[in-house]
Nanobody, 121 residues
């Protein structure tokens, strides 16, 4: 599966952005989808995951209550709605696909190129 994230940009603190991750291939609906972010000098951070059906989601502590993951299997797309953004949310956000539901990077063998999100104070 090939993945492409989009929707990043510059936003003021307190604002919102919605990222999209479009996937190629007919088997998108069988994959667990995850979102991660990273900044130079820091480890890649787990943001959230959604199971193949869209009924179960999992979030990292730093974004819980502010970010929401959803998916549309008919459109081969997963979304990350980001609200109440903070300057510390500034990072490159990447989507990933795998077969096992969880937060570890090692569960996701397929990665897309990231999209930059910058939150100004």
């Amino acid at each position: 599966v090939q993945l492409q994230a989009s929707g990043g940009g510059l936003v003021q603190a307190g604002g919102s952005l919605r990222l999209s991750c479009a996937a190629s291939g007919r088997t998108f609906s069988t994959y667990v989808m995850g979102w991660f972010r990273h900044t130079p000098g820091k480890e890649r951070e787990f943001i959230g995951a959604i199971d193949w059906s869209g009924r179960s989601t999992l979030y990292g502590d730093s974004v819980k209550g502010r970010f929401t993951i959803s998916r549309d299997n008919a459109k081969n797309t997963v979304y990350l709605q980001m609200n109440s953004l903070k300057p510390e949310d500034t990072a490159i956000y990447s989507c990933a696909a795998g077969g096992v539901y969880g937060s570890s990077r090692s569960l996701y063998p397929y990665w897309g190129q990231g999209t930059q999100v910058t939150v100004s104070s």
